[in-house]
């Protein structure tokens, strides 16, 4: 069975290249829109001995959000959404992680958007482990979860001349993390 962390109590840094937070939310109530952001930082801390008091803290800039379609993204950027300018930073701090079954686990913990703080759970399923070319030890997750943007005070919307809205309330979001040991 593979284990979530070292034996011994170690701290992991996001490799930013390899890792990606993406999200998607229904455009129109019959299409799909697609976003990431491209910039986080995240930092992993645990110990395989005590799963239950390991923590994960993930950061990301507002302003790195990327649609495709800049119109759009200064949008969202605005304080029709995340209001950048003040709300510079998402972000995430687990309470509890727990194992579900093996290589995945219950990660639940606080998700802060434009300043507001509300409880989430992500589903995160451990990718691997292995040493790089360089000599440093690395682990990957994946984590998935859907929220209600209007918990989060993601309120703007346009109605529809046919009833519906312009912006659905669900958001996916999906995590891909790529950690490297830091030096001890």
Same mark, same amino acid.
């Given at each position: ?41 995240? %930092? &992993? /801390?645990?110990?395989? =001995? ?11 800039? +507002?302003? *790195? ?55 989430? %759970? &992500? /589903?995160?399923?451990? =990718? ?11 682990? +990957?997750? *994946? ?42």
């Amino acid at each position: 069975m593979t284990t979530l962390m070292t034996e011994t109590p170690a701290t992991w840094q996001v490799d930013p290249v390899h890792s990606h937070v993406e999200f998607s939310v229904r455009h129109l109530m019959i299409a799909t829109v697609r976003g990431r952001f491209a910039e986080l930082a995240a %930092t &992993l /801390t645990g110990d395989d =001995g005590d799963v239950e008091h390991a923590a994960i803290d993930l950061a990301i800039p +507002a302003a *790195s959000v990327d649609t495709r379609e800049p119109q759009r993204d200064a949008h969202l950027r605005s304080a029709d959404f995340f209001d950048a300018d003040h709300h510079p930073h998402i972000r995430f701090h687990s309470t509890r992680i727990s194992r579900t079954r093996d290589d995945v686990f219950a990660v639940e913990g606080a998700l802060t958007i434009r300043g507001v703080t509300r409880p989430i %759970t &992500l /589903t995160v399923h451990r =990718g691997g482990r292995a040493r790089d070319p360089w000599g440093a030890e690395r682990v +990957a997750y *994946s984590a998935t979860t859907t929220i209600s943007r209007k918990d989060f005070g993601l309120n703007w919307n346009q109605v529809l001349e046919t009833g519906g809205v312009l912006v659905g309330d669900e958001v996916t979001i999906s995590i891909d993390l790529e950690l490297v040991r830091a030096a001890s």
